[in-house]
């Protein structure tokens, strides 16, 4: 089973999320996917999706963009939900080469990993194989 | 050893639970805890694991909270239970409260588990122990009653004791109530009182009745208020009371009853008044004192001085709270350690030594000191100080004054024995009191045979009636001065004698002189005297003295220091030419013949000489102060010619050469360009150069003088920091420092200052403070940090660029590689192809239009150097307007043009017409539709440059977040408008190819102003 129902991106390129939309819904057909171009449209679905917590959710954050960066767009989330942490696992998503995106995103404890422009097969395996390995089973301690 | 507590934790996400569990460690909290989330595991864990206390997540998969409660309750356990809570939701925490939780606690908020845990355990506890009490709690309270009716009786008892009388007045009906304690305070008995609250009034003391009813009027408004006032009891003895009244209204606000407490303060008023009076006494004594009167604390600031001690110091009450006794003493007096030493130990001491005015002189005082607490425990000091410089002064005087008295006494004395006339003094019956010791050789008797000796036994018999007559009229005020008699010798011979006598009516003597008229021995001794003087003086003198004789001048007479001077023996009757052949060529031969041949003395300082002294033929230089004195025989003609010389060669060598080094220094120093100021140990100027007067005229307008108290010098605020670096280095430091001066001779300066101590013998005794211009240092040291500054900023900007186009370059590169990988698939139907062939041919042109950008770009920083033209504003905002006008017209956008204050410059054409041309589009592109856009453009001159001023009323941006990345590539800040982000950085690009630079302020919905300064 996938430890996943829901898949959201974020990004003001039109072009990239018509890929993903493709590779998603012919690998994940079973997933929920929702493309944002708008990251102000965004947070505001996010927040009245709150209700439905049970599921959990990946999103793929493009970093630049024009109104606010990934970055931004991460924090407003930090501030809004405290503990989204517990639903959502976010992915930092650039065609950025710049090494310090990818140092940023490994210093975020909020950031579970930084994928490269285009998402491919491989790319959404690597997604799966994450999200698995962070759930565990409940223990006795004493 | 105590049971752990069983806590049953309802929890499914795994961090969580080791995370409560860490939290109960880290308190010491000594547990057993079982983690469990399904409502099986939970009805079994109730029945057989029996927890103290249930901690349970609000949510889980299998659970929740209001189903364990539910649980709970149906098994009618009574176990506490806490709700742990990811998100504080009010609703939710509420519900669940009601349903039976004992506490809640959000998870980011665990610190607070460990108190919530132990505190319901422990309540539950007590809430079985108190099902218990009941029964016991019915006797108990019997037993308070009982023991509350025991207390009224002995806070009734305990009031008494006090002295609190207690009264009330109804009213409604008007009576006045008053306990035994308020008659005895009033001095009255039962049986007097008649029951009015009059009767109390009337003895209030008529000083205080008005203040009195004052009071109560205003008190009535009150709830309680509190008055104290005298009384006169009917003894006619006078009392403070003190009132505590209290109103009860009622429903109206009307007062009902007033009660009231009364109590005796009388010792405590007057203690009160003493105290007052002695502070008064004090006060009048710290300000009328004679003595002047400081008051520090522990730390040394001054926080009083009385009058006396502000004229001793001559300093005005402000300057002392401003100082610090360490500005009072002076440190260099030996006296004052002791002194301080004694009061530490002994909390007391008294003194002389040297104190410290403002002004920086000194005066010797007497000081006493003490340390005491005031009345509020505070520490203080106290230094009495009396100026003491007048009664030293007396003090010297009068011991010079004895001295000198001593000295003249021993003349006298001397006078006395030595003198060739007879002194004497003689009483009122004309005996000799006194004489002196030249009787023996005038009248051969010795003053021992004299003395109370009648003086007219030894006058000569024919002699003494006229004696006789002479002595009366002195005795009557005449002093006499030429007497003469004649006095009988003890050989019988008689000796004419003249006296001269004076009466002293105080001392009742008569002061005589008696000289011998024969004179013959006083020439006699007169001549010896006047020979040995010579002798000893022509010998003994210091000078060098030779006698010429003679048109050839042979040697006469020669001291030795004319011998040593000359440097030869045997001289006596050889010729001048003869014993000092080397003058004649210096010209001295002449000089002599002059003075022999006019009898004119010859007199020359300093003069130059050349004498072969050493033993051989060598000449040495020497300086000497001549004089040549001629001499005359009988008959008035020049017979020879003294010589009188001193040696001043070493005198004037010194004064040469010292001359020489202070010239070398003085030039040094004044033709340097470091100023200097030399200080003696009062901070007064001793010495400067030209340059520190010259820096003293430019900064301040006044020159410098010798004397001057140099922090005088200075305006107030540089003043102080002087003044506390110069105390520093009379305790030994080197101070260094870097000063800007915004304006000297109208240039901004920079001034490294130096104060370094000038020490004699480890003494500091003065400061020598220079000052360097360091100006040019200083700028090429700013203008390293600028370019460093510039270096670094250019460094983030090409790192921001390079980023930018990386990025810009690769999005369009990643899609066409997504999109083609999925072309790749066979099986795509030819509407998904075309999706796909489409998204390639939108990203193709994204990246042409990228390196189209990028061309552009580097076009502009490659291109530095263009041609330039004189461009007039007008008509190139005309030109664009022109090429867009029709989107203008679309928009019904205005331009406003202002550029009165300069019309045009000299500019690259190009660059300028992009500049206008992008912020113009920028202005339309951003506009608001609600509103008639408007841009005005106004050209203003600001000293050498140019500033050109773009002012829209359009859509704006949070200018405090976004203004760094305004002007960067490829930002934008509106999703709504088309806009690739690379107008802006053009515009920046290309006013900082011109040398100029670009600023923006805006605000959201308001507008825009771009300001552009070349």
């Known amino acids: 089973m996938l430890p996943f129902k829901k898949i959201i991106i974020i990004d003001d390129d039109k072009t990239v999320n018509l890929i993903c939309s493709y590779i998603i819904k012919k690998h994940l057909p079973d997933v929920l996917f929702e493309a944002f171009t708008n990251p102000e449209e965004a947070l505001k679905s996010i927040k009245q999706g709150i209700h439905n917590a049970a599921v959990t959710t990946v999103i793929l954050l493009d970093i630049n963009m024009p109104t606010l960066t990934g970055w931004e767009v991460l924090e407003h989330l930090r501030k809004m939900l405290p503990n989204f942490n517990e639903h959502f696992s976010v992915y930092m998503f650039s065609s950025s080469i710049y090494y310090r995106d990818r140092e940023q995103s490994q210093a975020n404890p909020l950031v579970t990993d930084f994928i490269d422009k285009p998402l491919t097969i491989d790319k959404l395996d690597r997604i799966i194989d994450a999200e698995n390995s962070k759930r565990t089973a409940p223990t006795i301690a004493t | ?1014």
Request: hydrophobic share 40%; proline share 2%.
């Open chain 2, 1 to 1014: 050893m105590k049971k752990p507590y069983k806590i049953l934790h309802l929890e499914d996400v795994q961090t969580d639970s080791e995370q409560v569990a860490f939290e109960l460690k880290k308190n010491n909290i000594y547990f057993e805890i079982l983690v469990i989330d399904s409502l099986v595991a939970y009805e079994d864990a109730l029945d057989n694991f029996k927890p103290a206390i249930i901690l349970c997540s609000h949510s889980m998969p299998a659970l929740n909270s209001i189903k364990a409660l539910e649980v709970l309750k149906e098994k009618k356990l009574e176990i506490p239970f806490i709700l742990i809570t990811s998100i504080l939701n009010e609703e939710i925490v509420m519900s669940v409260i009601k349903k039976g939780a004992d506490d809640y606690i959000i998870k980011d908020r665990l610190m607070r588990l460990p108190f919530a845990l132990v505190n319901s355990i422990e309540k539950a506890t007590h809430k079985k122990d108190r099902k218990k009490m009941d029964v016991a709690a019915f006797e108990k309270e019997v037993s308070i009653k009982k023991d509350l009716k025991m207390l009224s009786e002995k806070l009734k008892l305990a009031s008494k004791i006090v002295g609190l009388g207690v009264w009330e007045y109804n009213v409604a009906d008007g009576i006045f109530t008053a306990d035994d304690t308020i008659l005895q305070l009033n001095g009255v008995t039962r049986n007097a009182f008649n029951g009015s609250q009059l009767f109390f009034i009337k003895m209030v003391h008529p000083d205080d009745l008005e203040t009195f009813k004052k009071e109560v009027a205003e008190g009535a408004a009150k709830e309680i208020y509190i008055i104290t006032f005298r009384i006169i009891l009917p003894d006619k003895s006078i009392r403070w009371l003190k009132s505590v009244i209290k109103h009860q209204r009622n429903k109206g606000g009307q007062i009902d009853r007033i009660i009231g407490t009364s109590q005796d303060v009388t010792e405590h008023k007057l203690r009160e008044l003493a105290i007052k009076e002695s502070d008064e006494k004090y006060r009048s004594f710290f300000e009328n004192s004679m003595d002047g009167i400081v008051l520090t604390i522990p730390n040394g600031t001054v926080v009083a001085a009385n009058p006396a001690a502000q004229v001793i110091f001559k300093m005005s009450e402000k300057e002392f709270c401003n100082c610090t006794r360490y500005d009072l003493f002076d440190y260099h007096d030996q006296r004052l350690q002791p002194f301080l030493d004694e009061r530490n130990k002994n909390g007391r001491a008294t003194g002389e030594f040297r104190l410290l005015r403002h002004d920086g002189t000194s005066f010797e005082a007497g000081v006493s000191s003490a340390i005491f607490s005031d009345a509020n425990d505070y520490q203080q000091s106290s230094l009495i100080i009396r100026d003491i410089s007048t009664r030293i002064q007396a003090q010297q005087l009068i011991l010079q004054t004895s001295t000198a008295l001593q000295n003249a006494l021993e003349d006298v004395k001397k006078i006395l024995s030595s003198s060739l006339d007879i002194i004497c003094t003689l009483n009122d019956s004309g005996n000799f009191v006194t004489i002196s010791s030249a009787c023996k050789q005038i009248w051969q008797y010795s003053p021992l045979e004299l003395v109370e000796k009648n003086y007219l036994n030894f006058v000569h018999p024919d002699d003494v009636e006229k004696t006789i007559q002479m002595k009366d009229s002195v005795k009557n005020g005449n002093p006499v001065t030429i007497f003469q008699n004649r006095v009988i010798r003890k050989d019988g011979e008689e000796v004419p004698m003249l006296w001269s006598a004076r009466w002293d009516q105080s001392a009742e003597l008569m002061y005589c002189i008696a000289k011998d008229a024969t004179d013959k021995v006083r020439f006699e001794k007169a001549f010896e005297y006047e020979r040995q003087r010579f002798k000893e003086m022509f010998h003994q003198a210091p000078s060098s003295i030779a006698a010429l004789k003679g048109k050839d001048y042979r040697f006469e007479l020669a001291n030795n220091n004319y011998l040593q001077l000359i440097g030869k023996t045997n001289i006596i009757g050889k010729t001048l030419k003869e014993v000092l052949p080397e003058v004649e060529a210096q010209g001295f031969i002449k000089i002599l013949d002059a003075v022999f041949e006019t009898g004119n003395v010859y007199q020359a300082n300093e003069m130059h000489i050349q004498l072969a002294n050493g033993g051989n033929d060598l000449l040495s230089d020497l300086y000497l102060n001549f004089i040549f004195q001629p001499y005359r025989n009988q008959n008035c003609d020049v017979e020879g010619i003294f010589i009188f010389a001193n040696d001043v060669s070493e005198r004037v060598m010194a004064r040469r050469k010292a001359l020489t080094e202070t010239a070398n220094l003085q030039s040094i120093l004044n033709n340097t360009d470091i100023s200097y100021i030399l200080l003696d140990k009062h901070i007064k100027i001793v010495a400067f150069n030209r340059k520190a007067n010259e820096n003293m005229l430019a900064v301040y307008g006044t020159n410098l003088e010798n004397g001057q108290y140099y922090p005088d010098r200075l305006d107030n605020e540089t003043k102080q920091e002087a003044k506390g670096s110069i105390q520093k280095v009379f305790a030994g430091q080197i101070i260094s420092s870097e000063v800007y001066f915004p304006s000297i001779n109208g240039q901004p300066r920079w001034y490294l200052y130096k104060m370094n101590p000038i020490s004699i013998e480890n003494n500091v005794s003065g400061v020598c403070i220079s000052a360097e211009d360091i100006t040019t240092k200083k700028e090429a040291e700013i203008e390293r940090e600028q370019i460093t500054s510039d270096l670094l900023q250019r460094n983030n900007d090409l790192e921001q660029f390079n980023y930018i186009v990386s990025h810009n370059l690769r999005a369009p590169v990643a899609n066409i590689s997504g999109a083609v990988s999925i072309l790749n698939n066979k099986d795509l139907d030819s509407q998904t192809k075309e999706l796909f062939w489409n998204a390639v041919s939108i990203s193709v042109n994204r990246l042409d239009n990228v390196i189209q950008d990028l061309n552009t770009i580097l076009e502009i920083k490659t291109k530095q150097h263009q041609q330039k033209e004189y461009v007039q504003f007008i008509k190139l905002t005309q030109n664009i307007k022109d090429s867009i006008a029709k989107s203008l017209d679309e928009a019904g956008f205005t331009i406003l043009t202002s550029f009165d204050e300069i019309e045009g410059i000299d500019t690259v054409k190009g660059y300028l017409y992009s500049i206008f041309y992008n912020l113009i589009i920028n202005s339309l592109k951003y506009r608001r539709h609600n509103i008639a856009p408007v841009l005005s453009i106004t050209s203003r001159k600001i000293g050498n440059s140019v500033q050109i001023i773009f002012s829209d009323n359009g859509l704006g941006f949070n200018a405090e977040k976004k203004k760094d990345q305004v002007f960067k590539l490829y930002k934008r800040f509106h999703n709504n408008i088309e806009g690739k982000g690379i107008g802006l950085f053009i515009v920046k690009t290309q006013v900082e190819t011109l040398g100029g630079h670009i600023e923006v302020i805006s605000r959201e919905q308001e507008g825009t102003t771009f300001t552009i300064t070349i």
